[in-house]
């Protein structure tokens, strides 16, 4: 590829950050169904580039206009006279939206509850992170004895003024005398560790700087830290830190390339330390999702012993778990719905014992606790958590309490206890304590919210693609709820990375069924809810068929009269914003509202900007003569046309964002905006603190989550 054109010109944008009040009353407005009037949107300047991409089977490159280049550099003072203009637009709207307070206090009691974390045990300390209703962020605890007192070690809510900064447990040593936790700044990826002695209830002077980690072990021998680190641009590494040595002389335990392969940026090494302490493990995933897993092996009962394979070089994914000197491995060779092996170094994966065989649920997750294996499958994307010997005997089941998202059991190897978690869209999460010599459950914490499950229900129907797939979705509403097309109803998806959309409870979807509207969420492919033939069937050239089951869904529950187009409301965050893009682009006409949270819209360059690379194992990259027809064919930016009524959107994002950079965002605004002939609003939503991962307060989240609602509520009914 090559630039045509630069952008050198004169940028006039209407707003700076103290011109955006009045727009000038003579503007032509935009007036949606809501009753809301706005000016026209702050103008915003062109300035066009235009790349040539090489297109697999033709001779010619293909040029590809983009108007909102400049809006790629965050920090240059134009961009951030953009941003200034556009929030000042949004909370234009957000002052005339008259339920927004009432949402803001509805949400308010909905998030602000008791939170617990599952714990963590060594010997009779158990450690983990709660969150009181009156506070801002979880903090972590011990508690001595299963039913003892709690304490607060670390205190999330002094560390910032804003209370934007949060903690969370990273790693505890054998005898539960040292912590190492992670320190967030609002929703960025990124963690600065710390090390807390237990018994001083202080930190020690130990600090590894603010970068995305892949695993912190504490050493064996106390007198250390491994840790993985990704260099962007560049990869992982894996260094031991000397607890009490200045960090610049960590020493590099694992590097840039294994057996003449060169590690690169989309390699991402995972470590962890086997509960024995005698092994190293490095899980090496070739891309997000891996199309390969790499298992490597340091024997830390040896002085300077070298790195040896489990499995090296295999097209496949392998997940270990270990217990007596043997390692058990959750692995996808041979078995798209996943089988457990018993694995030993020296043997191919072909010689290894298949202790559970692959059976027609997918396996999802899978523990190893008191000498037995703990296999959660997706039973039609129901929960189902089965008990084996290590022999790969059944010897019982973990009931969970109904139809819904359970867990695995998360323990040790030799502990004779553990905890797992359930929830569903209308049941808040539990976590349970259980008993592994007796089989008995007892809930150890409950989330208590002000939202009475009994008053509604959760049904799962299949409806057909367009190519024939049999499609699963969880629909759900309050008792009784008419079926006449007149209700307003919420509809979320994702349909990517092999991560499956299972029936969680969210604080959002219970505020809209409490409402009076109705919820929905289809099993779109993509997912790894039917296993990896599931995953595959919507990458790279198939990834169409995510859009065209998401769209099958929404005209099942049109026909169905569960809601029609004009209360009809979108959402969806990351990959999930790359099919709300693809919404409005393709099918504009099936929907009223859409909000498209920190999206991936502009497919064509989404690989040049921070963590875009390592996904190229999932959607392939433009610069990829090969990859560009189909690419270029769905991507969201390059199909926005003139003329064209779009229905009402909000475009959230931030700078807080450090995985998906807010770029794509920012050029697809204006862009929509000025291509729009709808008369409906299109709003770009700018966070200065949120991101992709957890942190914010829990006061920003109120604000973000209540603005989103009443947005998509306002715009879904009549006027």
């Given at each position: 590829?090559?630039?045509?054109?630069?952008?050198?010109?004169?940028?006039?944008?209407?707003?700076?950050?103290?011109?955006t009040?009045?727009y000038?009353?003579?503007?032509?407005?935009?007036?949606?169904?809501?009753?809301?009037?706005?000016?026209?949107?702050?103008?915003?300047?062109?300035?066009?580039?235009?790349?040539?991409?090489?297109?697999?089977?033709?001779?010619?490159?293909?040029?590809?206009?983009?108007?909102?280049?400049?809006?790629?550099?965050?920090?240059?003072?134009?961009?951030?006279?953009?941003?200034?203009?556009?929030?000042?637009?949004?909370q234009?709207?957000?002052?005339?939206?008259?339920?927004?307070?009432?949402?803001?206090?509805?949400?308010?009691?909905?998030?602000?509850?008791?939170?617990?974390?599952?714990?963590?045990?060594?010997?009779?300390?158990?450690?983990?992170?709660?969150?009181?209703?009156?506070?801002?962020?979880?903090?972590?605890?011990?508690?001595?004895?299963?039913?003892?007192?709690?304490?607060?070690?670390?205190?999330?809510?002094?560390?910032?003024?804003?209370?934007?900064?949060?903690?969370?447990?990273?790693?505890?040593?054998?005898d539960?005398?040292?912590?190492?936790?992670?320190?967030?700044?609002?929703?960025?990826?990124?963690?600065?560790?710390?090390?807390?002695?237990?018994?001083?209830?202080?930190?020690?002077?130990?600090?590894?700087?603010?970068?995305?980690?892949?695993?912190?072990?504490?050493?064996?021998?106390?007198?250390?830290?491994?840790?993985?680190?990704?260099?962007?641009?560049?990869?992982?590494?894996?260094?031991?830190?000397?607890?009490?040595?200045?960090?610049?002389?960590?020493?590099?335990?694992?590097?840039?390339?294994?057996?003449?392969?060169?590690?690169?940026?989309?390699?991402?090494?995972?470590?962890?330390?086997?509960?024995?302490?005698?092994?190293?493990?490095?899980?090496?995933?070739?891309?997000?999702?891996?199309?390969?897993?790499?298992?490597?092996?340091?024997?830390?009962?040896?002085?300077?012993?070298?790195?040896?394979?489990?499995?090296?070089?295999?097209?496949?994914?392998?997940?270990?778990?270990?217990?007596?000197?043997?390692?058990?491995?959750?692995?996808?060779?041979?078995?798209?719905?996943?089988?457990?092996?018993?694995?030993?170094?020296?043997?191919?994966?072909?010689?290894?014992?298949?202790?559970?065989?692959?059976?027609?649920?997918?396996?999802?997750?899978?523990?190893?606790?008191?000498?037995?294996?703990?296999?959660?499958?997706?039973?039609?994307?129901?929960?189902?958590?089965?008990?084996?010997?290590?022999?790969?005997?059944?010897?019982?089941?973990?009931?969970?309490?109904?139809?819904?998202?359970?867990?695995?059991?998360?323990?040790?190897?030799?502990?004779?206890?553990?905890?797992?978690?359930?929830?569903?869209?209308?049941?808040?999460?539990?976590?349970?304590?259980?008993?592994?010599?007796?089989?008995?459950?007892?809930?150890?914490?409950?989330?208590?919210?002000?939202?009475?499950?009994?008053?509604?229900?959760?049904?799962?129907?299949?409806?057909?693609?367009?190519?024939?797939?049999?499609?699963?979705?969880?629909?759900?509403g309050?008792?009784?709820?008419?079926?006449?097309?007149?209700?307003?109803?919420?509809?979320?998806?994702y349909?990517?990375?092999?991560?499956?959309?299972?029936?969680?409870?969210?604080?959002?979807?219970?505020?809209?069924?409490?409402?009076?509207?109705?919820?929905?969420?289809?099993?779109?492919?993509?997912?790894?809810?039917?296993?990896?033939?599931?995953?595959?069937a919507?990458?790279?050239?198939?990834?169409q068929?995510?859009?065209?089951?998401?769209?099958?869904?929404?005209?099942?529950?049109?026909?169905?009269?569960?809601?029609?187009?004009?209360?009809?409301?979108?959402?969806?965050?990351?990959?999930?914003?790359?099919?709300?893009?693809?919404?409005?682009?393709?099918?504009?006409?099936?929907?009223?509202?859409?909000?498209?949270?920190?999206?991936?819209?502009d497919?064509?360059?989404?690989?040049r900007?921070?963590?875009?690379?390592?996904?190229?194992?999932?959607?392939?990259s433009?610069?990829?003569?090969?990859?560009?027809?189909?690419?270029?064919?769905?991507?969201?930016?390059?199909?926005?046309?003139?003329?064209?009524?779009?229905?009402?959107?909000?475009?959230?994002?931030?700078?807080?964002?450090?995985?998906?950079?807010?770029?794509?965002?920012?050029?697809?605004?204006?862009?929509?905006?000025?291509?729009?002939?709808?008369?409906?609003?299109?709003?770009l939503?700018?966070?200065?603190?949120?991101?992709?991962?957890?942190?914010i307060?829990?006061?920003?989240?109120?604000?973000?989550?209540?603005?989103?609602?009443?947005?998509l509520?306002?715009?879904?009914?009549?006027k």
């Amino acid at each position: 590829m090559r630039l045509m054109s630069l952008f050198g010109f004169s940028l006039t944008l209407l707003a700076a950050a103290g011109a955006t009040a009045g727009y000038g009353e003579d503007i032509s407005v935009v007036s949606g169904k809501s009753g809301i009037v706005l000016p026209a949107p702050p103008p915003v300047k062109t300035a066009p580039v235009v790349d040539e991409y090489q297109s697999a089977g033709s001779a010619e490159p293909v040029k590809v206009t983009d108007n909102y280049r400049w809006l790629e550099d965050a920090q240059s003072p134009e961009t951030r006279a953009f941003i200034a203009a556009q929030d000042a637009y949004t909370q234009r709207y957000l002052d005339q939206v008259k339920i927004l307070p009432e949402v803001r206090e509805q949400i308010s009691n909905l998030l602000r509850v008791d939170v617990v974390g599952v714990p963590t045990r060594r010997g009779d300390k158990y450690f983990f992170t709660k969150r009181l209703a009156s506070e801002n962020q979880s903090s972590i605890y011990l508690r001595i004895g299963l039913n003892g007192a709690d304490e607060r070690l670390i205190d999330a809510n002094t560390l910032s003024a804003d209370q934007n900064t949060s903690v969370s447990m990273v790693d505890l040593n054998e005898d539960g005398s040292l912590i190492a936790y992670g320190v967030r700044v609002g929703g960025a990826d990124e963690l600065e560790i710390h090390f807390l002695d237990v018994l001083t209830r202080k930190d020690t002077a130990d600090v590894l700087p603010s970068a995305r980690y892949y695993g912190v072990q504490i050493a064996p021998d106390g007198k250390g830290a491994y840790y993985s680190k990704f260099f962007p641009h560049e990869g992982t590494r894996v260094f031991y830190h000397a607890f009490g040595a200045p960090v610049v002389t960590d020493a590099t335990v694992f590097g840039r390339e294994y057996r003449g392969e060169k590690l690169g940026e989309i390699d991402n090494v995972i470590i962890g330390i086997t509960d024995d302490g005698h092994y190293l493990i490095f899980s090496i995933g070739h891309g997000v999702p891996a199309k390969r897993q790499d298992i490597l092996l340091k024997d830390l009962r040896v002085a300077d012993a070298a790195i040896v394979p489990l499995v090296f070089g295999v097209e496949s994914r392998f997940d270990v778990s270990y217990f007596a000197d043997t390692f058990y491995v959750d692995t996808d060779y041979q078995a798209p719905n996943h089988r457990i092996v018993k694995a030993v170094p020296g043997k191919s994966p072909d010689q290894w014992q298949a202790i559970i065989p692959e059976g027609k649920d997918v396996i999802e997750q899978t523990s190893l606790v008191d000498g037995k294996l703990y296999v959660l499958r997706l039973k039609d994307v129901k929960s189902e958590l089965t008990v084996y010997s290590l022999g790969g005997r059944e010897t019982g089941k973990i009931d969970f309490p109904g139809v819904g998202a359970g867990s695995t059991l998360y323990g040790r190897e030799q502990q004779k206890d553990g905890f797992y978690t359930f929830q569903s869209i209308v049941t808040p999460p539990t976590i349970y304590h259980y008993d592994t010599e007796t089989g008995q459950s007892e809930v150890f914490a409950e989330t208590k919210v002000p939202f009475d499950p009994k008053a509604y229900e959760v049904k799962e129907v299949f409806y057909t693609s367009k190519d024939g797939t049999r499609v699963p979705m969880f629909i759900a509403g309050g008792k009784g709820l008419k079926r006449d097309g007149t209700e307003r109803l919420l509809m979320t998806g994702y349909g990517g990375f092999a991560l499956s959309m299972t029936p969680v409870w969210n604080p959002e979807y219970a505020w809209w069924l409490q409402q009076g509207g109705w919820f929905a969420m289809p099993n779109l492919r993509g997912g790894n809810e039917y296993g990896e033939a599931w995953h595959k069937a919507a990458m790279f050239d198939k990834k169409q068929n995510v859009f065209d089951d998401w769209f099958a869904a929404a005209e099942y529950l049109i026909h169905e009269k569960y809601t029609s187009p004009e209360h009809f409301a979108i959402r969806g965050r990351s990959n999930g914003g790359l099919l709300m893009g693809a919404s409005m682009t393709q099918r504009p006409d099936l929907f009223a509202a859409i909000w498209c949270g920190y999206p991936l819209l502009d497919m064509l360059r989404y690989q040049r900007f921070l963590m875009g690379r390592t996904w190229t194992t999932e959607y392939g990259s433009a610069e990829d003569p090969a990859d560009f027809p189909y690419i270029y064919k769905y991507s969201p930016y390059q199909h926005v046309v003139a003329g064209t009524k779009y229905p009402a959107i909000m475009f959230f994002t931030g700078d807080g964002d450090t995985r998906v950079d807010p770029m794509n965002a920012r050029k697809m605004t204006p862009l929509v905006q000025v291509s729009s002939s709808g008369g409906r609003p299109i709003l770009l939503h700018y966070s200065l603190k949120g991101g992709h991962s957890a942190g914010i307060s829990q006061t920003q989240l109120v604000v973000d989550y209540a603005d989103e609602m009443a947005f998509l509520w306002t715009e879904t009914g009549s006027k």
